[in-house]
């Protein structure tokens, strides 16, 4: 069974930084690409970056590039979101999500953990 759990989220102040990291059982993460998610109050889920599975690339939304980096630790079957620089519009609850290519099929996000509440202080 997979499981995914953030940890990590909390309260801090406009231009400060966070880390939060989701680790996951039941499946090898460095297999995967692992996108990141989020959804604030009012508002539709939005990607916000991923990591691929086969060189480690990143992506991230026009928003927060620059500002966030995503990394895998794989001793840890942990993929860590960095946020830098956090702003009042970045307050979300925070999601990692796995990438899983099905034969005929184009690849979704299949696994998706529970969330991790952000949230940036004026």
């Known amino acids: 069974q997979v499981q995914l759990v953030e940890s990590g989220g909390g309260l801090v102040q406009a231009g400060d930084s966070l880390t939060v990291s989701c680790e996951a059982s039941?499946?090898?993460?460095?297999?995967?690409?692992v996108g990141w998610f989020r959804q604030a109050p009012g508002k539709e889920r939005e990607f916000v970056g991923k990591?691929?599975?086969?060189?480690?690339?990143?992506y991230y939304t026009g928003s927060v590039k620059g500002r966030f980096t995503i990394s895998r630790d794989n001793a840890k079957n942990t993929v860590n979101l960095q946020m830098n620089n956090l702003k009042p519009e970045d307050t979300a609850v925070y999601y990692c999500?796995?990438?899983?290519?099905?034969?005929?099929?184009?690849?979704?996000?299949?696994?998706w953990g529970q969330g991790t509440q952000v949230t940036v202080s004026s």
């Open positions: 990591i691929n599975w086969s060189n480690d690339a990143t």
């Open positions: 999500a796995v990438e899983v290519a099905r034969p005929g099929m184009g690849p979704s996000y299949e696994y």
């Open positions: 039941g499946l090898i993460f460095s297999d995967y690409a």
